[in-house]
């Protein structure tokens, strides 16, 4: 390696492991990490083992700092951009007001950029993955919760309040589901992960047959992929929660779309696993809500790259440090 | 007037009036006239008239075409900014791919702009309204319909397609009141001033008592104004009426909040005119079903220029021609 410094790390902080990778202009992740957070044991503690890591990383494949450009951090917010401030995690229990920019690049010696983590993923995707042929593309991630990202001509709209693209709490029914958020009827109260294993377990504690209902009165946890298989051998409750969960998916694509009028929109997170049988259902909704008055629809695609796509987009971020 | 060409024209190109306006940099409106459009007599028809009205407007003011740097143009869409091509206006009978841009360039040798009146209108209250010590907005023109512009740190946000901001036709009630447009509960089909009004006619044809029975029942029209009226003494059908279109704006600024996270969120047309009637329940719904996770929250205010909002915003989008 010479020190043209092509490379930046992109790093995906999570509440249980620490993705990190080396990554080209490209967005091709050379090399790779994961470590345990160990969040609970403090800030400096993960700094200390984070950087630890990264000079392992680097020294087991012949590379060292001066080969890297800079650090991009993801992480659940709220955060800030703008000051590279953690303000809470719900993930990273005790971490209040964090200028973790700061620390992280007072520990390692390069410049840090730090981004919320559904932004980071929707900008791997943009670079990289399935919207790499777009201008302009919305990512929604379905996971526990539904985070959004928008890149529009190859900028993250990040709002004047930093936190733009927070379309999990788009309001799809009015004075619909309580969330967590305080709001009523949000989008991830139908059609996260969490939400529609949850759904599934009220509607059989309320009564409703299903497949699962043994597994689920004896207290088994089930996920949004029992939802998924019940519902594709034609459990009638997986069914509708399924269809129910696409439906809303449908009218959050159709806001988007007004919204911002991007060219494409991406689902990912674990729920997007589903692949066609998330896919089909939510263009079946989509074809029979959207407007006539004009043809400027997104095309609505799945993912490309995986868990990977938050390492990528916040390498890919880092670049701007 | 030396040749300075500090000044330019904005043109408000309504089905009915052709508003025209000589605008400085701050957006003042120093002189201004208003023509029938006759659109029903055709492009070149008007282009010709609308050419002659400026020639009378600055040589009445002792001002030349020398002192004028470009024309902006706002008009009801389908359009594209980018082509300077009106596809088709309900409001202008006739007028289908019309190359607005060009056309009326080679009759007044001057560059031109052509933008969508609603985003025109956003950009003047950005520039000299309501949003003029904001740096992100968002307008709701709550007219016939409900028209949208949204100006992201000094941009008007066009989107991909040329269509963004058309958020009107947000889906505010799944399975809702239908809307010609082609989708079910569109926000327009309960929060424009026309809604608002045939809202009521349709509760009394139902059978809901209310104080303008007898005007409805004798076939008299009756406006938004008349149901904020109605409201405003204690009409239990008009009270309700009033409350949901305000209900559903509270959704609506909600929606916007979380997708592009503005500083403020302006309403504007002809349901804007009730003020505090309007605004008071508004906030209050806002304040009810808004999220506690973080309080980046948007000012809601009503619009400040009034009808001159799009001459103004068009005046300004032409210094980019």
Not at 59 to 79: C, T, Y
Not at 166 to 175: F, N, Q, R, T, W
Not at 236 to 262: F, G, K
Request: proline share 3%; with cysteine.
């Amino acid at each position: 390696m010479n020190g043209e410094t092509s490379l930046t790390i992109g790093i995906d902080l999570g509440g249980t492991n620490v993705e990190i990778g080396v990554v080209d202009r490209t967005g091709g992740v050379l090399r790779r990490a994961s470590i345990a957070t160990e969040a609970a044991q403090g800030v400096d503690h993960v700094i200390h083992r984070l950087v630890d890591a990264i000079d392992g990383l680097l020294r087991e494949h012949g590379l060292s700092k001066r080969d890297i450009q800079a650090v991009g951090f993801g992480a659940a917010g709220p955060l800030s951009h703008t000051k590279g401030m953690i303000y809470s995690a719900p993930n990273l229990p005790g971490w209040k007001n964090v200028p973790l920019r700061q620390q992280f690049a007072d520990a390692i010696g390069l410049p840090v950029v730090l981004e919320n983590d559904a932004n980071a993923a929707a900008f791997g995707e943009f670079i990289a993955g399935a919207g790499k042929d777009a201008r302009s593309i919305v990512m929604l991630t379905l996971g526990t919760g539904i985070g959004g990202g928008i890149v529009l001509d190859g900028e993250l709209l990040r709002g004047d309040l930093e936190n733009a693209a927070e379309i999990g709490h788009m309001i799809v029914e009015l004075e619909g589901r309580a969330c967590p958020c305080g709001q009523r009827g949000c989008l991830e109260r139908y059609a996260s992960a969490s939400a529609v294993a949850e759904r599934l377990v009220e509607a059989v504690q309320a009564g409703d047959a299903s497949s699962l209902s043994e597994r689920i009165q004896a207290g088994d946890s089930i996920t949004s992929k029992d939802v998924a298989r019940a519902a594709a051998v034609g459990d009638v409750s997986a069914t509708r929660i399924w269809d129910e969960a696409c439906r809303y998916l449908a009218v959050a694509v159709i806001n988007v779309q007004h919204m911002v009028n991007p060219e494409m929109v991406i689902l990912g997170g674990g729920l997007s696993g589903a692949g066609d049988a998330l896919l089909t259902p939510l263009r079946a909704h989509f074809e029979r809500l959207k407007w006539s008055a004009a043809s400027d629809f997104p095309r609505i695609e799945l993912a490309a790259l995986g868990a990977d796509a938050g390492i990528i987009g916040a390498a890919a971020l880092a670049r701007s440090a």
